[in-house]
C-alpha cells in the first residue's frame, strides 16, 4: 500500500506539489538568462513527467521519492567544525577504497531516472573531487543535480561543464559573514565563495547557497543585508539546513522549536517578497509532511560504498545498490520498518529525528537481523 501517515494526508501529492513548486520558483528565478530559462523549461517538462511515473507508480500500490542524495566520495580536504560526516566517519583523511564507480554510479542514474527520481544532490566528502562522476550526471539532463561543494575545486574546466551541462548546479556552502564562515570551515574560505560567486555571476552561470543553521547565525542568514548580497552576486537558490548535534557539547548549536518555528516565517516571507530565489528547508516544515520524509518517503540517501541509508546523518544500511537494484534498495527491511512504523513522527531536538532517535534505528536493525 502507498504510505500515507496521517488521515488525508496524501504523501505522494504533497511531494509532487513540492517538485513542482520547486521548478516553477526556479524558472521564475531565472527568467532574465535566457540560457539558463531554455534549459528549466525543458526541465519543467521532464519533471511533469517523472511526476506521472511516481503517480502512476503510487496508484499500482509503490511509492516512489522524487529525491535522492548521493555522496559520491568519503574524501574532503576540509576539517569543518562539526562536521556530521566526519562524525560517522564516513568522511575521512585517508585515501578512499571501494567506492562506487563512475560507470556504477550512472547505472544508479539511468535507473533514478526511470523510476521518475528529478532531483539528485550530490554531497560528500567533498564531491568536485569526483569530476568523472560530475561529468557522467551532466549527461542526464532530466534530471537536475545540485553539487553540495565547498568550492575550493571550482575551476576553468568545472566552469565549462557548468556551462555545457545546466543540470548541474554548484550550491557552495557559506555560513553567514566572513568570521561565521572562516571560523567553522577555514580561514581564507569566506573570500574563495565570494571569488567563485562572482565569476559564476560573470558568466551568468546559476549557482546556489548552503547554509547550516545554528543557533549562532539563524538571525543573520535570514537577514536582507546577507541574502541580498547573496542576489547581487547572482545567487538564485538558498538551502538551509538546521544544525544537527554530533555530539553532547554541540547540542547547544542546534535550533530550538521557537527558532525553527522563526527559520520557517522568515523563509515563507523571503518566498513571498524575494521571488527572485529559490529557498528550500532541509528538514524543513516536518509537521507539515506528516513526519520526517527520510527512508524513502521523500528521499533516501546512498553513501560512497553503494550502501542505502535512510538519510546522511542517519548511516545505518542492511543493503547495497552493488548487489541489487534501486527500486529494491528502497523497500529494504530497514527502510520498510521505518515508513510503518511511528520513529519518523517522534518529537525530537535538533534538525534530523533518526540522528536523534539513533538507538531506536540500531534496534530495528537488530530486530531485522542485519548488521550495521
Not at 50 to 55: C, E, H
Not at 157 to 179: A, H, Q
Not at 180 to 193: E, N
Request: with cysteine; net charge negative; hydrophobic share 35%.
Amino acid at each position: 500500500m502507498s504510505e500515507k501517515f496521517v488521515s488525508g494526508f496524501d504523501l505522494q501529492e504533497y511531494l509532487t506539489n513540492g517538485v513542482e513548486g520547486i521548478v516553477t520558483e526556479s524558472l521564475r528565478a531565472t527568467l532574465k538568462n535566457p540560457k539558463e530559462s531554455a534549459f528549466m523549461m525543458k526541465f519543467a517538462a521532464a519533471s511533469r513527467a517523472a511526476s506521472k511515473k511516481r503517480r502512476k507508480a503510487e496508484d499500482s500500490g509503490e511509492h516512489i521519492p522524487p529525491f535522492l542524495i548521493a555522496s559520491i566520495t568519503s574524501k574532503c580536504n576540509l576539517h569543518c567544525a562539526g562536521c556530521y560526516s566526519r562524525c560517522n566517519h564516513a568522511t575521512t583523511d585517508s585515501e578512499p577504497v571501494s567506492q562506487l564507480t563512475s560507470e556504477e554510479w550512472l547505472k544508479i542514474f539511468d535507473e533514478a531516472d526511470e523510476l521518475g527520481i528529478s532531483f539528485i544532490l550530490l554531497a560528500g566528502g567533498e564531491p568536485m573531487l569526483r569530476r568523472d562522476i560530475i561529468e557522467a550526471a551532466g549527461r542526464k539532463q532530466n534530471i537536475l543535480f545540485p553539487i553540495l561543494t565547498n568550492g575550493t575545486f571550482i575551476d576553468e574546466d568545472y566552469f565549462r561543464l557548468f556551462d555545457k551541462c545546466r543540470n548541474l548546479v554548484p550550491v557552495m556552502s557559506i555560513e553567514g559573514n566572513r568570521d561565521i564562515t572562516d571560523t567553522r570551515r577555514g580561514t581564507g574560505i569566506y573570500d574563495r565563495l565570494v571569488s567563485n560567486m562572482e565569476e559564476f555571476g560573470k558568466r551568468k552561470l546559476i549557482f546556489g547557497a548552503s547554509v547550516t543553521v545554528t543557533t549562532q547565525n539563524f538571525t543573520e542568514v535570514t537577514s536582507q543585508e546577507f541574502l541580498g548580497d547573496l542576489a547581487d552576486k547572482g545567487c538564485k537558490v538558498v538551502i538551509f539546513v538546521e544544525y544537527v548535534p554530533v555530539t553532547a557539547e554541540s547540542r547547544e548549536l542546534a535550533p530550538n522549536d521557537e527558532q525553527r518555528e522563526y527559520l520557517m516565517k522568515e523563509i515563507q516571507r523571503l518566498r513571498e517578497e524575494h521571488p527572485e530565489m529559490v529557498y528550500v528547508a532541509f528538514p524543513g516544515d516536518e509537521k507539515s509532511s506528516g513526519g520526517c520524509v527520510a527512508a524513502g518517503r521523500g528521499f533516501f540517501h546512498i553513501n560512497s560504498h553503494g550502501g542505502a541509508e535512510p538519510c546522511p546523518f542517519s548511516p545505518y544500511s542492511d543493503v547495497n545498490v552493488r548487489n541489487t537494484s534501486l527500486r529494491e534498495a528502497m523497500h529494504s527491511p530497514l527502510f520498510t520498518a521505518l515508513r510503518s512504523g511511528d520513529l519518523l513522527l517522534d518529537d525530537h531536538d535538533g534538525g534530523c529525528v533518526l540522528y536523534e532517535k539513533k538507538a531506536q534505528v540500531e534496534a530495528l536493525l537488530k530486530d531485522s537481523t542485519v548488521t550495521v
